[in-house]
T-cell receptor, first 112, second 112 residues
Framework: ETGVTQTPRHLVMGMTNKKSLKCEQH?????MYWYKQSAKKPLELMFV???????ENNSVPSRFSPECPNSSHLFLHLHTLQPEDSALYLC???????????FGQGTRLTVV | AQSVTQPDIHITVSEGASLELRCNYS??????LFWYVQSPGQGLQLLLK??????LVQGIKGFEAEFKRSQSSFNLRKPSVHWSDAAEYFC??????????FGAGTRLTVKP
């Protein structure tokens, strides 16, 4: 138990669906992150929020839309995804951006 | 180009043998340095970190890592590997611009 909880653990969605991934941290951290982990590729940083404000967006397609309503919660809204978006999506938090991160167990997303 | 390199994609060692996993980075300044471990289907767990000071850092599960500025390296070591150490290991660097970059990972297999 890392103090970062992601739901759901597994998600299968069609290309026309809209779904959301949820992340919650109980560590009192100020920064939260979304990463994408695909097979045989390095972790890709998608979004960084620091004190609920987005500070980093690494040219992620607009079909991924993050939301950080408060410092404990982070969402990733998904719509009209492509099969190549199938991956493990990891949420993490840290006390400050770029310091040690604590990861959730991830959501395994499959787009059919 | 700025990068984190883990030269070994897959390493196999016998249980009880020593282990060294390599990591090199190419950034202008000394970044924050981390090693994470990931078991199948799980998120990443922090093993150890280097921010400054003593270049030999101790982590959890009997792991240690040594920062060598002249070689831009941060290699992970363990004197005696246990079967439960089989997992994927990731080196990461934290940068000043709210970014954290990960290497592609090294998969460790432990033979009985």
């Amino acid at each position: 138990e890392t103090g970062v909880t992601q739901t759901p653990r597994h998600l299968v969605m069609g290309m026309t669906n809209k779904k959301s991934l949820k992340c919650e941290q109980h560590l009192g951290h100020n920064a939260m992150y979304w990463y994408k982990q695909s097979a045989k590729k390095p972790l890709e940083l998608m979004f960084v929020y620091s004190l609920e404000e987005r500070v980093e967006n690494n040219s992620v397609p607009s079909r991924f839309s993050p939301e950080c309503p408060n410092s404990s919660h982070l969402f990733l809204h998904l719509h009209t995804l492509q099969p190549e978006d199938s991956a493990l999506y990891l949420c993490a938090s840290s006390q400050e951006a770029n310091t040690e991160a604590f990861f959730g167990q991830g959501t395994r997303l499959t787009v059919v | 180009a700025q990068s984190v390199t883990q030269p070994d994609i897959h390493i196999t060692v016998s249980e009880g043998a020593s282990l060294e996993l390599r990591c090199n980075y190419s950034y202008g300044a000394t970044p924050y340095l981390f090693w994470y471990v990931q078991s199948p289907g799980q998120g990443l767990q922090l093993l150890l970190k280097y921010f400054s000071g003593d270049t030999l850092v101790q982590g959890i599960k009997g792991f240690e890592a040594e920062f060598k500025r002249s070689q831009s390296s941060f290699n992970l070591r363990k004197p005696s590997v246990h079967w439960s150490d089989a997992a994927e290991y990731f080196c990461a660097v934290g940068l000043n611009n709210n970014d954290m970059r990960f290497g592609a990972g090294t998969r460790l297999t432990v033979k009985p």
